[in-house]
């Protein structure tokens, strides 16, 4: 039996007090920069947009959701807030919401965005049946929305001032007739802050009002420190009950809002347990896609013993397969690998050597040849250690974490620049 909409606790005050949501971090680029925000700070006291303890894959994030389930029962939706933009990453957003739908058939879907990049991806949240959206809507004047926004980065370009705040309002706008033309719930939130838009909130309201916004959400600008706004005061509880009864004139009112954390979970308002967050840490260190089909693991080194080898260094990769019997990892084959030179092309034929694989094991790479071969399925570790170790902490979905390197990549002996020209 499907949950009705009405349970979603940040839509409906009712049933805020019963209901819990869940908050999946799978998103986390951004296409704008808020002048009030900063994500590197994660602190568990504190609950705001942006912060999470992990990021997690879609894969990750549905063994989360079944294990943070079992723990907070009452969850009725899960959402994608961040802690970047949902649509900054639209593959790992989608990919998380078919997990989810075609696991829980029945969950209340939602996502939070700015709302820049959403709209190519409408028609299938509707397929999906995602029947809640936020979306943030600072400012509906450009003059204004250049205070509040320090750049807009669209369709690989980036805009500034009063071009960047146009390139986002045209967008928010479109995206929010859109929405209702597909029948999708939208709330919108509107960040009051004092000395920038706190007059022109209601403004907001009444033009989302005109193009169908379902409820609004006046919320007071939360001071983080090392932002551009980080000297300003944030708004006295008179302003923001002023301003809400204000705009109250327009739409129903979302009073309950609790800032929440991009790996919020349970009722509004409650702090994530102890027990939830462990469970997200567990979540983080597991494979980061399914392993089914892929039962090897691939490691560049030297000698046979450590991990040791840059990947454009690497002119064959030895493949391991786990002995359950004895716990240990046994090596099946070397196989060579594609000659250097030839651009992505190199790191596509070597996704497909180690199809079979679900990690490669290397002592560095290059950012350009490990996004090609994460795109293939595998999972790139850049390790230091016995190859023994790392194998076994890739079948075993340990943290490695003390494997990992924390100075700098190794260089790599022919003088790899790790733009992907094919040399590592």
Same mark, same amino acid.
């Not at 839509?11 to 799978?26: I, Y």
């Not at 302003?239 to 129903?252: C, G, N, S």
């Not at 991009?262 to 939830?276: F, K, L, M, T, Y």
């Given at each position: 039996?499907?949950?009705?909409?009405?349970?979603?606790?940040?839509?409906?005050?009712?049933?805020?007090?019963?209901?819990?949501?869940?908050?999946?971090?799978?998103?986390?680029?951004?296409?704008?920069?808020?002048?009030?925000?900063?994500?590197?700070?994660?602190?568990?006291?504190?609950?705001?947009?942006?912060?999470?303890?992990?990021?997690?894959?879609?894969?990750?994030?549905?063994?989360?959701?079944?294990?943070?389930?079992?723990?907070?029962?009452?969850?009725?939706?899960?959402?994608?807030?961040?802690?970047?933009?949902?649509?900054?990453?639209?593959?790992?957003?989608?990919?998380?919401?078919?997990?989810?739908?075609?696991?829980?058939?029945?969950?209340?879907?939602?996502?939070?965005?700015?709302?820049?990049?959403?709209?190519?991806?409408?028609?299938?949240?509707?397929?999906?049946?995602?029947?809640?959206?936020?979306?943030?809507?600072?400012?509906?004047?450009?003059?204004?929305?250049?205070?509040?926004?320090?750049?807009?980065?669209?369709?690989?370009?980036?805009?500034?001032?009063?071009?960047?705040?146009?390139?986002?309002?045209?967008?928010?706008?479109?995206?929010?007739?859109?929405?209702?033309?597909?029948?999708?719930?939208?709330?919108?939130?509107?960040?009051?802050?004092?000395?920038?838009?706190?007059?022109?909130?209601?403004?907001?309201?009444?033009?989302?009002?005109?193009?169908?916004?379902?409820?609004?959400?006046?919320?007071?600008?939360?001071?983080?420190?090392?932002?551009?706004?980080?000297?300003?005061?944030?708004?006295?509880?008179?302003?923001?009950?002023?301003?809400?009864?204000? +705009?109250? %004139?327009?739409?129903?009112?979302?009073?309950?809002? #609790?800032? /929440? !954390? *991009?790996?919020? =979970?349970?009722?509004? $308002?409650?702090?994530?347990?102890?027990?939830?967050?462990?469970?997200?840490?567990?979540?983080?260190?597991?494979?980061?896609?399914?392993?089914?089909?892929?039962?090897?693991?691939?490691?560049?080194?030297?000698?046979?013993?450590?991990?040791?080898?840059?990947?454009?260094?690497?002119?064959?990769?030895?493949?391991?397969?786990?002995?359950?019997?004895?716990?240990?990892?046994?090596?099946?084959?070397?196989?060579?690998?594609?000659?250097?030179?030839?651009? +992505?092309? %190199?790191?596509?034929?070597?996704?497909?050597?180690? #199809?079979? /694989? !679900? *990690?490669?094991? =290397?002592?560095?790479? $290059?950012?350009?040849?490990?996004?090609?071969?994460?795109?293939?399925?595998?999972?790139?570790?850049?390790?230091?250690?016995?190859?023994?170790?790392?194998?076994?902490?890739?079948?075993?979905?340990?943290?490695?974490?003390?494997?990992?390197?924390?100075?700098?990549?190794?260089?790599?002996?022919?003088?790899?620049?790790?733009?992907?020209?094919?040399?590592?």
């Amino acid at each position: 039996m499907s949950i009705p909409i009405e349970k979603h606790p940040c839509f409906n005050d009712k049933s805020r007090h019963t209901f819990g949501r869940l908050h999946l971090p799978v998103a986390p680029k951004c296409n704008i920069q808020c002048n009030y925000c900063n994500r590197k700070f994660d602190c568990m006291n504190e609950n705001r947009p942006g912060v999470t303890s992990k990021i997690l894959t879609p894969h990750q994030a549905l063994q989360y959701l079944e294990r943070a389930k079992e723990l907070s029962p009452n969850i009725s939706v899960v959402g994608i807030a961040g802690p970047g933009d949902p649509f900054a990453n639209p593959q790992e957003t989608l990919e998380t919401l078919r997990l989810v739908r075609k696991k829980y058939p029945d969950m209340l879907l939602c996502v939070a965005t700015n709302g820049l990049d959403i709209l190519p991806w409408i028609e299938e949240l509707a397929e999906l049946r995602v029947s809640h959206v936020t979306l943030t809507i600072n400012a509906v004047d450009p003059e204004t929305g250049a205070e509040i926004y320090a750049w807009v980065r669209h369709r690989k370009k980036v805009y500034r001032d009063t071009m960047g705040a146009s390139v986002l309002l045209e967008n928010q706008l479109k995206a929010l007739e859109r929405l209702k033309e597909y029948g999708i719930t939208a709330k919108i939130n509107s960040i009051i802050i004092p000395g920038i838009n706190e007059r022109h909130v209601t403004d907001v309201a009444k033009k989302v009002s005109e193009l169908g916004a379902d409820i609004f959400n006046a919320l007071p600008y939360y001071k983080t420190e090392e932002t551009v706004f980080e000297n300003l005061p944030e708004p006295h509880p008179a302003m923001v009950t002023a301003i809400q009864q204000e +705009t109250a %004139r327009y739409l129903p009112q979302m009073k309950h809002c #609790a800032r /929440c !954390r *991009a790996d919020a =979970v349970g009722i509004i $308002g409650q702090e994530n347990s102890e027990a939830i967050m462990n469970e997200l840490g567990k979540a983080a260190e597991l494979p980061r896609n399914p392993s089914e089909n892929r039962p090897c693991v691939a490691v560049a080194s030297m000698e046979g013993v450590l991990i040791n080898q840059h990947l454009g260094e690497a002119d064959r990769f030895l493949v391991y397969m786990m002995d359950k019997d004895r716990d240990r990892p046994v090596l099946i084959e070397s196989r060579t690998a594609p000659p250097a030179g030839g651009g +992505t092309m %190199r790191w596509e034929a070597l996704g497909s050597l180690l #199809a079979d /694989c !679900r *990690a490669l094991l =290397v002592s560095g790479a $290059g950012e350009s040849p490990k996004k090609v071969l994460i795109g293939s399925g595998l999972d790139v570790y850049t390790l230091e250690g016995l190859i023994e170790e790392g194998v076994k902490g890739v079948f075993n979905g340990r943290d490695m974490s003390r494997l990992t390197r924390i100075s700098q990549m190794h260089a790599c002996k022919t003088n790899c620049s790790g733009t992907g020209s094919g040399c590592g």
